[in-house]
Nanobody
């Protein structure tokens, strides 16, 4: 099974930045970042496709967050700039290794805490 390890979370002031990393133990088809804020539903943040050429973002983070991947290192990053208190959440890395007959082979990391506060 593919193992995913997130890192880079922490405490940052509003307007600051953080860079999250998701290291995979093997090749993945696509990777997305999700987050769950306290008392809120899990929501999609951003992702990158298998080629690394297509990225997509939630409207709430578009223009502030950037997803990229380095297949040589099996690593995906989430660069977060201009952070807001509402960005406070546990961030999770989600990887799809294959889609076969409509079935997704999907893995999740353990999550990393991001706290944006003065």
């Amino acid at each position: 099974q593919v193992q995913l390890v997130e890192s880079g979370g922490g405490l940052v002031e509003p307007g600051g930045s953080l860079r999250l990393s998701c290291a995979a133990s093997g090749r993945v088809y696509a990777v997305a970042w999700f987050r769950r804020a306290p008392g809120k539903e899990r929501e999609f943040v951003g992702g990158v496709d298998w080629s690394g050429d297509l990225t997509y973002y939630a409207d709430s983070v578009k223009g502030r967050f950037t997803v990229s991947r380095d297949d040589a290192k099996n690593t995906v990053t989430l660069q977060m700039n201009s952070l807001k208190p509402e960005d406070t959440a546990v961030y999770y890395c989600n990887a799809i290794t294959a889609v076969v007959a409509g079935v997704r082979y999907e893995y999740w990391g353990q999550g990393t805490q991001v706290t944006v506060s003065s």
